[in-house]
């Protein structure tokens, strides 16, 4: 199934709230609104030609300098088709919801625990949102920009001195 | 009932109140249990021998992986990926190396994907060696286990002639291999060919038909295809169920789509069923050897990475003798080559299941951030539902087939 064919369903089905398609690699991206991620999600999954049955992977990337900084980024892969695709949502960092993906596929759990964890990213409606990796009594969401993995003072490995 | 392990963690579970009388007994089976093979802790509520519920607490090793490598160049990530799954390193560092070249357009020679193709196929026989070799010893039989590892030791002398090292290997780099394999590593590859089939015959004819194994293991952990794939399940342990999904034969990577081989799969998903696909997977592991063996013959010699200066590390004794050599490996080490503002993800079929790279590249010298999706990760988060209703000792092989390594667990 051509990436074309599958972008055209969607925007078919939920017209102006897909946006920026794009193919990186032959990937197929999308982006989408939180409100509507649940009603996406399940489609992809349960919509009888796309089948996008099997989740890769949740996680997330932070990007401090935009509006909407917290991006959950979804692979799911349709094994019968053979195809991937990917999707993406941005959430601001003062309120960090976004519904869960554990009532669709029982594998998201963990992966969204892990997501919680680094990103501090509230999946309602998860059973059991508690740190998975970190320590229980950690206090911040490490794999945020602005948390620094040295010395913060520490100017040496700054990228200034390398040109950039 | 509910104040059995210190008040410190909020992983704390939840029990039905469904043991009025008291009988159930709390056991923690880890963080280290020789029973185990690992840092894993499980803490289970006990009826006796048979565990009634579980929690898995995970994170005993966790090494800040993703942070660190947005902080480090992209040819300095090769040895934390080593560290994650280290019973077969080099397909991560494979993984890694193609992740990045498929970033930059790398297109690689015919040759150097065969010698990928060999490397990884070898430390997939490493991986598939430990688990099914645990397995048996979990199970009560030690000899096979001993004979396993005198082969592992063999494999791991390959990588070592290759690269110099043997466990945690950072074998290859970003556009090819450091250098060429030499004779003696071709004659040890030949050689191990050679010895190995008798050797996992008679392993084989240790267990296969092993009325004490069969009964061990068969019927235990039984995991039906809609329930694998519902928790992510991939790799061995997702084949055994009886769904054919393999990464090289779905999407193929360094040339996997030249070679003819088969992707065997079971049909109850138990301990025993993922312990002869391994089994088979060896085999099929040895025939893609075997053909890219044949297939180097007819490639042109010498040839052992891409022609791509900007981005592949030049040997030190030309940075030290060759003006240009040196002008590039300034270029590279300090990330003055540009490179695509785009994101990356690629798949490889590691040793537990697929093992992806995801890459977020702003065009700096460092990843922006970069995500592992980790088959032992995903494939143990159904280990603590399974094992309702097991036997203990049905627990543990059960832990052992699923060949949950923990550097991969907690990256």
């Keep these: ?164 | 009932m509910s104040n059995f392990i210190t008040e410190t963690t909020p992983n704390r579970p939840v029990y039905n109140d469904n043991d009025p009388q008291g009988d159930l007994s709390t056991l923690n089976l880890g963080p280290t249990h020789p029973a185990t093979h690992g840092v894993f802790q499980n803490v289970l509520q006990m009826d006796g021998e048979r565990i009634v519920s579980g929690v898995s607490t995970i994170g005993y090793i966790h090494r800040a992986f993703e942070k660190i490598a947005e902080h480090r160049p992209f040819y300095q990530i090769t040895t934390l990926t080593d560290r994650m799954n280290y019973c077969s390193s080099p397909i991560n560092n494979m993984g890694w190396h193609m992740t990045v070249e498929k970033l930059l357009g790398i297109e690689m020679p015919k040759r150097v994907d065969y010698l990928r193709v060999i490397v990884m196929e070898l430390s997939r026989i490493t991986d598939h060696l430990i688990c099914n070799g645990i397995l048996g010893v979990d199970t009560g039989a030690f000899s096979g286990f001993l004979y396993l590892m005198e082969e592992r030791e063999h494999i791991y002398e390959i990588f070592e002639e290759i690269c110099g090292a043997r466990l945690t290997t950072n074998i290859g780099r970003i556009g090819g291999f450091e250098r060429d394999f030499n004779d003696i590593a071709f004659a040890k590859i030949e050689k191990f060919l050679a010895k190995f089939p008798p050797v996992l015959k008679e392993f084989e004819a240790l267990f296969n038909r092993n009325r004490i194994f069969i009964e061990r293991t068969s019927g235990v952990g039984a995991v039906d295809p809609e329930t694998a794939l519902n928790y992510s399940w991939s790799g061995p342990i997702l084949r055994a169920t009886g769904v054919d999904y393999d990464v090289r034969a779905n999407e193929p990577y360094s040339s996997y789509q030249d070679f003819d081989f088969e992707i065997p799969v079971g049909t109850t998903g138990d301990v025993y069923d993922r312990f002869i696909l391994r089994n088979e997977e060896m085999w099929q592991s040895l025939r893609i050897i075997e053909q890219a063996m044949e297939k180097l013959k007819k490639e042109p010699k010498g040839i052992f990475h891409a022609d791509v200066p900007e981005f592949y590390l030049p040997p030190k004794e030309k940075v030290y003798n060759n003006m240009e050599a040196l002008i590039y490996h300034f270029k590279i080490v300090m990330g003055e080559v540009d490179t695509p503002k785009t994101e990356v993800y690629h798949a490889v079929e590691g040793g537990n299941g697929e093992l992806g790279f995801y890459l977020v590249n702003d065009g700096g010298r460092t990843p922006y951030r970069l995500h592992f999706r980790r088959p032992s990760f995903i494939n143990y988060q159904m280990y603590a539902p399974m094992s309702r209703g097991m036997l203990l000792s049905d627990a543990i092989i059960n832990m052992s087939s699923l060949n949950i390594i923990a550097g991969e667990l907690d990256a």
Aim: hydrophobic content about 40%; charged content about 25%; aromatic content about 12%.
């Design chain 1, 1 to 164: 199934m051509a990436n074309q064919e599958i972008k055209d369903k969607l925007i078919a089905k939920f017209g102006e709230q897909i946006t920026a398609p794009s193919e990186p690699f032959g990937l197929l991206t999308f982006e989408t609104s939180v409100n509507i991620i649940s009603e996406v999600l399940t489609f992809l999954k349960s919509d009888t030609e796309l089948k996008f049955n099997y989740l890769t992977d949740i996680t997330a990337v932070h990007y401090p300098e935009k509006k909407d900084a917290l991006g959950v980024v979804y692979h799911l892969h349709s094994l019968t088709n053979n195809v991937r695709i990917r999707v993406k949502v941005f959430i601001p960092t003062s309120n960090p919801a976004i519904p869960t993906a554990t009532t669709l596929w029982e594998g998201a759990n963990w992966m969204e625990r892990e997501t919680f964890d680094f990103f501090g990213i509230n999946f309602v409606g998860h059973p059991n949102l508690v740190r998975i990796l970190n320590v229980d009594n950690m206090t911040v969401f490490p794999m945020r920009r602005e948390y620094q993995l040295e010395d913060p003072n520490r100017v040496d490995k700054k990228d200034y001195f390398f040109g950039r």
